[in-house]
């Protein structure tokens, strides 16, 4: 089955790590990763940036932000934004914040990155603490009156955090061991570290799990009628709780929940016909044994009693140290085959002639076609593939644009509205962007003490200017928070009421 659209949209929160700039966005998101809640406009992301020795504009400071807002990885901060001057606010006029998405991404991003290309050590110990964690709980919810909250809560965090470990450990360590023994080129000093590493090692693990794997089923077993009330004790209080009260989806500690506890059961047994990770952690076992052995029987074939070239190779020697010049070069090319190059068929240019005795390293480089240098033949072969349809690409782009369009022009209409006093309405988000974009532009043309800080939308039919007003204080309130200007006065009017 496939997944929703909405919860595949999430994954655009990754593109970032994989587009040409990752490098800036990287250091962009771990600035707003440095502290909780960081809340940064775009000239604090340059000038902490330059901090780093990483130099870019404030423009493509504030477009890096915005794509990373419409990746999902950062929110338009909602903080009211005061401040005290024109420059000031053109300093800090768009802030914003880390999305938990983007949080999660970018703590993911830098674990991998941290990770060293190494087998990762399986600590043997936490199963055995696993193993002695589930049975002083069953022995807890099995005696009259059950086990506290406070109790179950502690207990139940333990053995989840023991197990995750556990079984992450194991997965990176096998995918290691899978990724070694599949090379055919080990020599014999990695070979012997390797064997030593899996006879060893991995017996011992494997073991300790065949060990402690039938203790902790037999106490999840017992565990098993109990577990919908231990899971409503856990359940109780906490953040959780409140947060139903509210509406707030969160998001429970491993544990807290039936399915967790089924997923546990399932790597230790096998359960509704589905083999356990006990299970094929044997069988993966097996294989490297048989990749190892592979490799000892490879080694073996190429040292053992293959046919030796040693004599033939000293006869060649002394030929060659008592031949003249042109001879050796005759006998060390019938010897290894090394012939010149030879040119089949294919010039590199009309107007270019290249002698057959040129070598191939100064000469000029042809193109082979591909039907020739795979198969030996010019004939084409299948049939030729269509061309794309991008028609549907298309029509979204087009769709796309026009909704933006649509949304721009109910922006532009509201603020006509509202101009006659705009700090008496509530304006709507697109609006109040729309009129953050139009100050931020007149500001860019001229000084509203001069009487030159205009701005002119063409399409929209809408002219903006800043006056001068001491004293003055205009709020404007939005859905998406309050915008406060001192002494300065905002006018909108339709561009046709300029022209008459």
């Known amino acids: 089955m496939g997944e929703p659209a909405d919860d595949l949209g999430r994954l655009d929160a990754f593109t ?3 587009v040409p700039e990752r490098g800036v966005y990287l250091a962009i998101m771990r600035l707003f990763t440095a502290s ?3 809340d940064l406009s775009a000239q604090q992301v340059v ?3 330059a901090a780093h020795e990483i130099d870019i504009s404030l423009d493509t400071a504030v477009s890096r932000l915005n794509q990373l807002v419409g990746w999902g990885n950062l929110l338009p901060s909602s903080h009211t934004v005061r401040v005290k001057s024109i420059e000031e606010y053109q300093r800090a006029r768009s802030r914003y914040q880390l999305s938990p998405l983007g949080e999660r991404v970018q703590r993911q991003a830098d674990e991998v990155l941290l990770s060293a290309d190494a087998a990762r050590e399986i600590s043997r110990e936490l199963l055995g603490l696993l193993a002695a964690g589930l049975g002083d709980l069953v022995d807890r919810v099995e005696q009259p009156g059950g086990v506290d909250a406070g109790t179950a809560r502690e207990a139940v965090a333990t053995i989840f955090a023991q197990f995750w470990a556990f079984r992450d450990s194991v997965r990176d360590f096998y995918a290691f061991l899978g990724q070694v023994l599949a090379r055919y080129d080990l020599d014999s000093a990695e070979y012997r570290g390797f064997k030593d590493l899996l006879l060893d090692y991995v017996e011992s693990i494997t073991e300790e799990i065949v060990l402690l794997a039938p203790r902790i089923d037999r106490h999840l077993h017992r565990l098993g009628p109990h577990l919908p009330a231990l899971v ?12 139903a009260d509210l509406g707030v989806a969160v998001q429970r500690s491993r544990g807290h929940e039936l399915a967790d506890w089924a997923a546990l059961r399932a790597w230790f047994s096998d359960v509704d016909g589905r083999r356990s990770e006990v299970t094929q952690l044997r069988d993966a076992t097996m294989r490297a044994l048989q990749s190892l052995l592979a490799n000892a029987k490879r080694m073996v074939r190429s040292t053992g009693n293959g046919a030796s070239r040693r004599r033939e190779l000293l006869r060649l020697a002394a030929w060659l140290d008592t031949a003249d010049e042109e001879t050796a070069a005759d006998l060390f090319t019938s010897a290894f085959g090394l012939y010149p190059a030879r040119h089949l068929g294919l010039a590199a240019e009309a107007q270019v002639v290249v002698p057959a005795t040129a070598s191939w390293w100064p000469a000029p480089a042809v193109q082979v076609p591909v039907a020739l240098r795979e198969r030996g033949g010019r004939a084409p072969r299948g049939r030729a593939s269509a061309i794309a349809d991008r028609g549907g690409q298309k029509q979204a782009l087009i769709a796309q644009a026009a909704a933006l369009h649509e949304r721009r022009v109910s922006a532009a209409a509201e603020l006509l509205s509202a101009a006659p006093d705009l700090g008496a309405v509530r304006l709507s988000a697109p609006a ?9 532009q007149a500001l860019g043309a001229g000084d509203p003490l001069l009487g030159n800080a205009v701005a002119l939308v063409v399409d929209l039919q809408l002219r903006c200017e800043l006056l001068s007003k001491p004293r ?7 859905a998406v928070g309050d915008f406060t200007a001192q002494d300065i006065e905002i006018s909108i009017i339709r561009l046709e009421d300029t022209d008459g």
Do not use: D, F, K
């Not at 204080?473 to 939005?478: A, Y």
């Open 472 to 478: 003055h204080v205009l709020t404007l309130r939005s």
């Open 432 to 440: 109040i962007h729309l009129l953050l974009e139009l100050m931020a």
């Open 47 to 49: 000038e902490e940036l």
């Open 232 to 243: 409503h004790v856990l359940r109780e209080g906490g953040l959780a709780g409140a947060a």
């Open 36 to 38: 909780l809640m960081t």
């Open 16 to 18: 970032y790590l994989t």
